[in-house]
């Protein structure tokens, strides 16, 4: 839902921020697929450079899910710098979403609201994207891609989405991401209450096996959670075997301190505003999980301070997606450069050394 400053606008597309949001996300997938890709960008010093997962990444600064929700352009977009990419959320079958419009940008608040509703093209369009990317090579050191999965709006049982889900994609993904934190799917944000994401996870466990794949689990949660809602989360996860959380998905909250006309349109909020709620939620998650878990901290990362927050207050990796819509791709060289810069001012010699520095004061 570009907006599109860039990739396009830096190609001399600015009439695209006339148009409505989700047609200008659909050209500016279009255009990244026939190849119209903006320079890419310098590699990341060394000192960004962060091991996780059992992964080496170039940078801690990924995309989040929700921009290449059928896996299109990942290579792309991993080319213009971002250390890692989210695709997803896929479903298993294909669905069209909510009514449009259902994207709303809240420009003076560098904010958005969404009820996409998962829409995306299903499983077994996204098995074959993600075949022949493998089968490209395009996985060159580096690039990595994080598989965001979900549930049917009309699924019977969702947990046998996920599983379904699971068994296809986990051979093809190097992080799997369990989304059960959107809230335009009625019912799905109460998997994340303890029982039922025991039970999620279980079966999570059993078609990973089944697929023969073992990719690191991940659990995307609402930042709209309260502490003792995160502490029964992260039990769950630790015991369930995940090896991570997100940190997080949007909010249904916070719309007071929005002064966009949409601000009461209904979805999830994304951006700049969600930079503090979301980075509190991720403390306390790092506080309940003592080391047992990696977090990834997403929601209004726009700055290398922003991203260095979250590294503070306990994330590994970080990612985003709205600021991307207002600044562009070229966001990321100054992500990068700012980034670098606060770890210097502060004596640490990697983002490894300044994780969950804020703790430790
Ligand atoms: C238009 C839009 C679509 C999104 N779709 C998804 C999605 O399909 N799955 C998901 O897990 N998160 C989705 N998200 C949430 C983002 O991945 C991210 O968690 C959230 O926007 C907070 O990060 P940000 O403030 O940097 O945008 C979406 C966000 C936006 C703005």
New binding site residues.
Partial sequence: ?VDFYSPLESMGLPLLRLLD?ETA?RLTIQALRAGIVPPPAPAPLERLAVRAFGLRFPSPVGL????D?DAEVPRAMLRVGFGFV?V??ITPKPQAGNPRPR?FRLTQDR??I?R?G?N?KGLEAARARLTALRNDGARAPGGIVAV?I?ANRDAADPVQDYATCIRALAPLADLL?L?I??PNTPGLRDLQVGARLDALLAATMAARTQSGATPPVLV?IAPDLTEDEVGTIVDAAISGGAAGL?V???TVGLRDALRGPHRNEKG?L???P??AR?TEVLAQVYRAAGGRLTLVG?????SGADAYAKIRAGATLV???????YEGTALLARIHAELAELLARDGFSSIAAAIGADHQR
């Avoid at 989040?64 to 921009?67: I, S, T």
């Avoid at 997403?298 to 726009?302: C, E, K, Q």
């Fill in positions: 839902m949001a996300h989040a899910a929700g921009f929700k989210e997803g959320t994207i904010a958005v969404n996409l998962f995306n965001n979900g991401v989304n934190s959107s995307k997100i997080g998905n949007t999830g994304s951006g700049r969600l930079m979301s997403t929601g209004g990362v726009s990612e985003l997606y709205t600021a991307l819509v």
